[in-house]
């Protein structure tokens, strides 16, 4: 159904849609329309089976989502700027745990000097903290991608944060496309957990983990992240066929065909991009303009294909990493670096593992070989690794990872049945 509707309504009525049954959430601006009209769905019982938590802070969303998240429900917040700083201890908790938790990042700037407008700032603050970044162009984009949100969440068992401008797209008035509950519900399963709290079958979540299984958990995070890139093109396709339009996908191109410049960006600035380029065009200039949706997992692979013809690249982003430069930038750089196999990455040493001179050595004769990967993991252990998918693979309620491994190694005690 066509609306004429504030970007912040149209996300919550699409977050209402997926019928979450915890909402947790803190004033902040400019996310605060959002969970305010939710809060009105649930007072007026528009949005039933859901229970609209007030929390103290930030920090307590994220906390209330985690602890509602691990009960097996499905929980739903949305924050910004000091906002998201503020919970990011939680947030990187809500990762490392595996929960299925879905956010709305309204983009704001982050002080000092304090500034309530947009850029991409704070998002870009937590882009390696575990959660899949989706990035919404338009508000119907924004909507639609929601919806999908919920679905990758589920599937892989990872917490995923929706960004969308704030203010620019927040607060604008658009024509939508609004789905009807029955084109949700046949899009979006329902809740179903691989881990949840349950009395029954008693588990342990956020068990401490040493060097013995701390570097398998983090790759089995890193592994999930990746499945998303398998996952989200075929979605893409199946959300066109059940709602009738092109929404989500890792990226999107625009006259990049023959384009000998290709400019990169993220969010709402890319409708002025594509505006500039078609009148660019209309002088005779080839140039083109490539959005990226999905910015963690980064689409190495998909943006170098996007990018092969391209005699020059422009990135155009909204955040600053202070010292270094452009954040996307170094992002589109990684993409033909790993590709020319002469920069190689070994993540060594996480959670305390010791790093020997042995396992070095392998490695830099490895590279000098030609046969190291674009990325290692120094001493994995690939059995170890193998035992958890398997578990993953085999049941749907496999529990969650930390503790499989740990016992997997004989550090925790067998599961009292």
């Known amino acids: 159904m066509l609306k004429q509707i504030e970007g912040s309504r149209a996300v919550a009525e699409a977050v209402a849609l997926c019928r979450p049954e915890v909402i947790c959430a803190y004033p902040i601006s400019p996310q605060t329309h959002i969970v305010e009209a939710l809060g009105e769905l649930v007072k007026g019982g528009e949005l039933s089976s859901c229970e609209f938590i007030n929390v103290e802070s930030e920090f307590a969303a994220m906390s209330v989502a985690i602890g509602a998240a691990a009960a097996g429900a499905r929980s739903y917040t949305a924050t910004a700027s000091q906002g998201l700083l503020f919970m990011a201890e939680a ?8 929960l299925p938790i879905v956010m709305t990042v309204a983009n704001r700037a982050i002080g000092a000097p304090i500034n309530i407008w ?7 603050s937590q882009r390696d903290c575990g959660w899949i970044l989706l990035f919404a162009e338009t ?15 589920q599937a892989l068992s990872l917490p995923v944060m929706v960004c969308m401008d704030g203010f620019i797209l927040t607060h604008a008035y658009e024509r939508v496309d609004m789905p009807s509950q029955e084109q949700v519900d046949a899009f979006l399963p329902p809740f179903d957990p691989r881990q949840v709290l349950d009395p029954a079958r008693p588990v342990s979540m956020g068990a401490m983990v ?7 958990v983090r790759y089995l995070e890193h592994v999930r992240q990746m499945r998303a890139l398998e996952l989200i093109p075929g979605w893409a396709e199946q959300f066109r066929d059940a709602f009738g339009r092109d929404s989500g996908g890792l990226l999107h191109a625009y006259r990049t065909e023959d384009a000998e410049t290709i400019v990169v960006a993220l969010g709402s600035v890319l409708g002025t991009i594509k505006d500039t380029v078609d009148e660019m065009r209309a002088r005779g200039e080839r140039i ?4 990226i949706t999905c910015f963690r997992p980064w689409p190495a692979n998909t943006v170098r294909d996007a990018l092969a013809g391209a005699k020059r690249i422009v990135v155009v982003e909204k955040s600053i990493a202070v010292g270094l430069g452009g954040i996307v930038s170094a992002n589109v750089r990684t993409s033909f670096a790993g590709h020319a196999d002469t920069v190689y990455t070994v993540v060594a040493g996480l959670g305390g593992r010791s790093i020997t001179r042995q396992s070095l ?4 004769a490895s590279a000098a070989a030609g046969t190291l990967p ?13 035992r958890a998918l398997a578990r993953e693979r085999d049941t749907r309620h496999s529990g969650p990872v930390a503790e499989g491994l740990l016992r997997d190694v004989g550090l925790v005690a067998a599961r009292i049945s």
């Open 91 to 98: 947030v990187y908790n809500a990762a490392g745990l595996g």
């Open 118 to 124: 947009n850029d991409h700032t704070d998002v870009m």
């Open 139 to 153: 508000n119907q984009e924004a909507l639609d991608l929601h919806i999908e949100a919920f679905r990758l969440a």
């Open 210 to 216: 040493g060097p013995e299984a701390f570097m398998e």
């Open 288 to 291: 083109g303009v490539l959005g």
């Open 361 to 364: 050595a392998r490695v830099f």
């Open 374 to 386: 674009p990325l290692t993991f120094l001493d994995l252990d690939h059995g170890l690794v193998e």
